[in-house]
């Protein structure tokens, strides 16, 4: 995890409970959890509008090909 062993992190915690009080760390641990919530939602949401976008670029350059080959098709047969 990040290269933080146990006592790094006991450390960070107790300094944290230090600055921020017993009774707001809770609040603020809630607020990080949305906030990292927050974030994933919004780059899942990117990924999967990259996605759909490469698959309308496959789709259109499918059909485009279908369309060379059926005019190809026509000038062989004129």
Not at 57 to 78: L, M, S
């Given at each position: 995890?990040?290269?933080?062993?146990?006592?790094e992190?006991?450390?960070?915690?107790?300094?944290?409970?230090?600055?921020?009080?017993?009774?707001?760390?809770?609040?603020?641990?809630?607020?990080?959890?949305?906030?990292?919530?927050?974030?994933?939602?919004?780059?899942?949401?990117?990924?999967?509008?990259?996605?759909?976008?490469?698959?309308e670029?496959?789709?259109?350059?499918?059909?485009?090909?279908?369309?060379?080959?059926?005019?190809?098709?026509?000038?062989?047969?004129?």
């Open positions: 995890m990040f290269g933080i062993g146990t006592q992190l006991i450390i960070i915690l107790v300094i944290a409970l230090l600055i921020f009080g017993p009774k707001k760390l809770p609040e603020l641990a809630r607020s990080t959890g949305k906030a990292i919530n927050e974030f994933r939602k919004a780059s899942s949401g990117l990924l999967d509008e990259e996605e759909k976008k490469e698959k670029q496959e789709k259109t350059v499918v059909a485009e090909a279908q369309k060379k080959e059926e005019v190809e098709k026509i000038k062989v047969k004129e």
